[in-house]
């Protein structure tokens, strides 16, 4: 399963109702453009995403290149419970891509792993749980860092 970070929207606005409908900045747009590719070695036969328009936004390109549809749930929402978030993550199968916020992740982890807008964390299940077992960074950190290594002699 993949569990996806929204990409960067810009700062977080005081009203709640605001908030929800805050979009994707140019660095965030860019990431989600490029999720496609930097996803496809990944088996994804469903997408899910909080309702808020930033997370939608992220997994758009992705979802309508593998024909897909994005399921909206609101157990993925910043304030959701650990408990709601297990809950829709077991029902799940392990093709799904899941995009949630930062509050999330930390919640799910318990403070012990950290998502940079637009990464990626591999999780399997193990033992009944899902565990973290590889992170995919933002499909722009990636480039920039490919960028920077040197070319083979």
Sequence with gaps: MLLLRHASAGERLQAA???RARRL??????DARELPEALAGHVIDRVVSSPHARCIET????????NLRVE?????VPDASVED???LLDEL????LVCTHREVIERLFENQQTCEKAGTWLLERRNGRLEPVAYLPPPSVAVRAS????SPA
């Design 72 to 76: 909206v749930r609101d157990e993925l």
């Design 147 to 150: 960028e920077r290594a040197p």
């Design 17 to 19: 109702s605001l908030d």
């Design 85 to 87: 978030v297990r809950a």
């Design 25 to 30: 900045d140019r660095i965030g747009r860019a």
């Design 93 to 96: 199968p392990d093709s799904a």
């Design 59 to 66: 997994v758009g390109a992705l979802a309508r290149g593998r």
